[in-house]
């Protein structure tokens, strides 16, 4: 049997240990793609287990460096954490993979990097106090940093100028709330903070800097410009890797900090979810008038923050099963279209039967991204838009709606751009090889949108499981502090 600590420290341990190891054998290609490999295999079974334990016995959480959550590093693994980690973890190896087939691991840093920033991301979703998920938030950064940047030319460093500088701005907001909450209550820990009042307790002022922080980590308008700018420019798979960890980071930590700790305000959760519907309205409507692609899949990707921070917002239980439901899918099937939209758009694009696969893997994860049944991302919209009529807001409804319309029509274009496309008959070798190689990963990920749209019950009980944690807090802090 597993230790609890040994549970929780595996999915951070795992990776960042890999990174270090892989950097220090840079000159060896098969080393380092085995070295991730393991690292991805170790992060996806400890995801896939705490989320099991997490469900049967109540919240798994572990001290680290002392025997008391005042002092030492709290890690807690409810279920939409557990499960975040196991997702987070399944994109990561769908990226590698492609990576890896692509041959775009050129450059010697770039797996010991997406380890750096998959550590952080899954310390970020296990971390059981405020100071702890800052820190680790800076650990995704670093890396996301770095790779924006990486093999890149002034186009990258221009869209680093304003990614870094968006960021900091959220950092500097971030820590000044977190100074301001820890004065006003003497903790930081989230299920000492769910046991007392936050906000009446004169903690107000720096939780709204908290929740502010986590929109501008979201990319929640109108701090999404990082994102419009930022993602066009890097190469598709950094782009992907970023759709599915940089955004997911930020909306987690709005679930399970203000849910938990801060008990659910309503006046921080009506403000997101204003944000929010603002988000889905505009940036779908600004997808379909953007030009070139990459700037589309770009701010497509807000859209999809928006649908995800909505579950939330609203509050409720059915919104907030529906919200996890639909960020647990959306990690995954965003990235996989980036992927799968990447082969047809080249210039090289394959011939013969890896085009039609990779067509029809494209078709299925955009047709997933505007909520079209059977798929996943419509069990995920269909759960928001019950939810949002249960709860008396028509308004959220008609945001869905219309941002689904919205993002189908942006869609289209690029649909009729790699449908419309030469097979690559004579674009032949070495680069259209490639390219078809990376069709596999992201076709598998379409296919389990297909099946997760058709049985989504497995998927729905960890949602639902996830959402009793995350709207009782008492329940939460009594299970992490057994008392």
Known sequence: MVSTQLLLLSPLIAPLAAAAFAALGRRWNGVQRAVTFAALVVVIAAGVLLVVESLSSGVVSTVVGAKSSLTGIALTADPFGAAL?????????????????TGDDRSSFLQPLMLVLLGGACGSFLAGDLFNLFVFFEVVLIGSYVLLILLGGLPQLRAARVYVTVNLIGTMLLLTGIAGVFAATGTVNLARLAQQPVVESGAAPGAVLVVLAFTVK???LPFSGWLAVGYPVVQRTTMALFAGTLTTVGVAALYRVVLLAFDGSPVLRGGVLVVAVVTLLLASVAAVAANPHGRVLGLLIVTQVGFMAAGFGLGTAAAVTAGVFFV???????????LAYRPLGESAAPGGGARAVALTGFALLALSLVGVPPLAGFVGKALLVEAAFEAGSVVVVVAVLVASAATLAALLPLWWHVSGRGGGESGGGASSARLSACVGPAVAVAAAALVVGIAPGWLLAVAEGAAEVLVDPAVYARQVLGS
Request: proline content about 0%; cysteine-free.
């Open 85 to 101: 980690v196991a997702a987070t973890g399944v994109l990561a190896a769908v990226v590698t993979a492609t990576v890896v087939a």
């Open 218 to 220: 979201a990319g929640l």
């Open 328 to 338: 647990l899918q959306d990690v995954v099937i965003k990235a996989a279209a980036v």
